[in-house]
């Protein structure tokens, strides 16, 4: 009878680890997976700035607003930019008065503006300031 012998050498490999292939399969998963958790980190990093810059716009407008109301202003008929900046935040307001059909009202339109990009604008608020005697 004849018996196969094992060669010594496949059976040891055979029961050892991983083969360099599996290793460097492994290797471009894990370099993907870890590509794309730092693309979204710095999407997410973005998203946050750009959120931060429109609420800051938001209570600039507001700001604004809350200045004429309280100070029973009754602003001038057309256009005026300023800064308006907001905490470590430069910004740049367009204040629109438009007059209204009731002669006793005006509306008051703010926009705030990126100052590097002015053609980003971050807020827009409108309000219907009377004239208080």
């Keep these: 009878m004849l018996t196969r012998m094992k060669h010594p050498l496949l059976s ?12 460097l399969v492994a290797l471009v998963i894990v370099g993907t997976v870890l590509i794309a958790c730092l693309r979204s980190v710095a999407s997410l990093a973005q998203n946050s700035s ?9 209570w600039s407008a507001e700001n604004r607003l809350a200045q004429i109301r309280l100070g029973h202003e009754w602003p001038e008929l057309g256009e005026r930019n300023f800064p308006c900046s907001q905490g470590d935040l ?44």
């Design 12 to 23: 040891s490999r055979s029961r050892s680890g991983f083969t360099l292939l599996e290793v």
């Design 50 to 58: 750009g959120l931060r810059a429109t609420m800051m716009a938001n």
């Design 90 to 133: 430069a910004l740049q307001c367009e204040e629109h008065v438009i007059g209204t059909p009731n002669p006793s009202f005006r509306r008051v339109e703010v926009l705030v503006y990126d100052p590097i990009d002015t053609r980003r604008r971050l807020a827009k608020l409108t309000q219907v300031v009377p004239n208080a005697p």
